[in-house]
C-alpha cells in the first residue's frame, strides 16, 4: 500500500505514495493561491509589488496557472478513484472534492463565447465554489491539527 489513511488524513508510507501526496498537495496549494489571485486581492493589498510577487497580480496567468492546477487535480483524483475507490478518500473530502470540480466545470463553461449565467445563477455559483474550497482548506487544517494532538498525547 503507497498511502494509507490515518483519521481522515493521509499519511504517505513508501516514496511513490509520498510523490502522490506530493502532487496533491502541491496542486492543493496552486489552486488555492491562484483560485485566491482571481480575485484582485493580491494587487489590491499590495503583494504584487513586492519583488517575485509580481505574477500574482496577473490576471491571466493566474487564470491559466488555476486551470492547470485543476487539470493536475482531476488527473490525481481520477487516478485515486480508479486506483483506491471513493473510500480511499473519505465521504467529506470526496463530498467537497465533488462539488468544487462540479462548480469550477461551471465556471469553465460559464467562461466560453456565447454563454451567459444570470448575475444571481453567477454569485451562487461563485460562493458554492469559494465555500467548498474554504470548507476544503478549513478541514485539511482540521485534520493536521488533530493528527498533531493525537500524535503529542502518545
Do not use: E
Amino acid at each position: 500500500m503507497a498511502d494509507r489513511r490515518l483519521s481522515g488524513s493521509f499519511v504517505a508510507s513508501s516514496a511513490a505514495g509520498t510523490v502522490r501526496l506530493g502532487f496533491y498537495r502541491l496542486a492543493a496549494a496552486a489552486l488555492a493561491v491562484s483560485g485566491v489571485a482571481q480575485m484582485p486581492i493580491f494587487k489590491r493589498y499590495y503583494i504584487a509589488d513586492i519583488p517575485g510577487m509580481a505574477w500574482t497580480g496577473d490576471f491571466l496567468f493566474t487564470h491559466a496557472l488555476h486551470y492547470a492546477a485543476a487539470a493536475a487535480l482531476l488527473f490525481w483524483l481520477g487516478w485515486r478513484l480508479a486506483a483506491r475507490g471513493a473510500a480511499s478518500l473519505g465521504r467529506g473530502r470526496l463530498a467537497l472534492l465533488g462539488l468544487l470540480a462540479l462548480t469550477g466545470g461551471a465556471h469553465v463553461l460559464s467562461n466560453l463565447p456565447g454563454v451567459s449565467l444570470s448575475p444571481l445563477a453567477a454569485m451562487l455559483l461563485d460562493w458554492t465554489h469559494l465555500g467548498a474550497a474554504m470548507a476544503l482548506g478549513i478541514a485539511a487544517l482540521a485534520m493536521v491539527f488533530n493528527r498533531r494532538s493525537r500524535t503529542n498525547r502518545r
